[in-house]
């Protein structure tokens, strides 16, 4: 059976990774391996969970650059004849995807929230159409480069018998001069990983009721969330908040959400949150249909009352 490779820059994502791995062992004798690249720490902690790691040491390889990425990652799933890399889909990791199955000649799939063995054949389920359905597709290439969105798998638990062994690759120089690397300005907020959310949307008509919102968030132990147009239209706030197709596909215990209409662009990003309350003045907003608790009112008498409620 064909090995599996693992890797992300991301350890979060590359302990998701080693256990959809870890699955496809189970069921397929398939040997893991874990693949971490200048980061020790992150080797450790595959280790521990039991992975076979291959080290990479390296100053040329930068995250940053994912076309010398590519080729080293190329270069170990050769020397250790997998058949299977898992990346992460995040926006690097599917960048990393495309150009390592062109430079590897395997086929592609990205976006992918499950995997399935049937038969031997390795099943992947995403997302299609702009999230409007779900379809099972099946890379028939030989060697097949597959990335797993964010969250998709929980993080493998701590088990024995890892190792850490070295690997060496030799890559040409890039034709990249990275200058700086420079932590991205603003939020760094992780929406992905809250489990609650508060989102707003454009049914929230005045900005100066963001601060409320923040303050409802707050008391509810829960990260602001938006959609689309609340960051790229109206600028209130920053883009890494934005649920849906565009944004984060997001998966939250619980997502109030205030005043969003429901376009598929959107719900592709929280139709997996545990409990869905919508609050919403069109009572056949699409999002009510797929809530769990509807409120139908203007969110112009509900922010303030909610705040005060929590305070
Ligand atoms: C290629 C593509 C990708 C996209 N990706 C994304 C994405 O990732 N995420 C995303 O969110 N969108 C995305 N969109 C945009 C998406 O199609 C919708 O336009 C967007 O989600 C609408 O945002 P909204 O629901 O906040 O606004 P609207 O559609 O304007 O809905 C506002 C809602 O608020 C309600 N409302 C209005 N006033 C009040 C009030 N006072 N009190 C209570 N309720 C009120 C209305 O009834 C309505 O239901 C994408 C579009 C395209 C074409």
């Known amino acids: 059976m064909a090995g599996i490779l ?78 299977i890399i898992l990346l992460s889909s995040d926006r690097r990791g ?28 390795l099943l992947c389920i995403r997302n299609v159409l702009g999230g409007a359905t779900v379809a099972t597709q099946q890379i028939v290439s030989d060697r097949q480069v597959i990335a797993i969105s964010p969250g998709a798998f929980a993080a ?54 963001l601060p409320l919102i923040q303050e409802i968030a707050k008391a509810l132990g829960a990260e602001v969330a938006c959609s689309k147009p609340v960051a790229s239209d109206k600028k209130w706030l920053g883009e890494e908040r934005i649920v849906g197709l565009s944004g984060k596909i997001c998966k939250p215990q619980l997502a109030v959400i205030l005043g969003v209409s429901g376009q598929v662009q959107f719900t592709v990003g929280i139709r997996e949150a545990g409990t869905i309350v919508s609050i919403n003045s069109d009572e056949k907003a699409f999002m009510n249909s797929m809530a769990d608790y509807v409120l139908v009112a203007d969110l112009k008498d509900i922010i303030p009352e909610l705040a005060k409620q929590l305070a």
């Open 94 to 121: 599917k960048e990393l995807a495309g150009r390592l199955a062109q430079i590897w000649g395997a086929g592609c799939l990205t976006d992918v929230k499950s995997l399935k063995s049937e038969n031997g054949a």
């Open 156 to 209: 493998a638990g701590e088990r024995t018998g890892g190792t850490v062994r070295p690997a060496v690759v030799e890559v040409k120089p890039s034709a990249l001069k990275l200058l700086e690397v420079r932590e991205k300005a603003g939020d760094s907020v992780d929406i992905e990983a809250a489990d609650i959310l508060v989102v707003v949307g454009q049914g929230v008509e005045n900005r100066q009721d």
């Open 6 to 83: 693992v890797y992300s820059n991301k350890s979060t994502l590359a302990l998701e990774l080693l256990n959809a791995a870890a699955g496809l062992a189970q069921t397929d004798s398939r040997r893991v391996k874990a693949l971490s690249i200048n980061n020790n720490g992150q080797a450790a902690q595959l280790a521990a969970r039991g992975a076979e790691v291959l080290a990479l040491e390296d100053p040329a390889l930068n995250p940053a650059d994912p076309a010398v990425m590519a080729r080293a990652i190329g270069q170990v799933a050769a020397q250790v004849e997998a058949r």
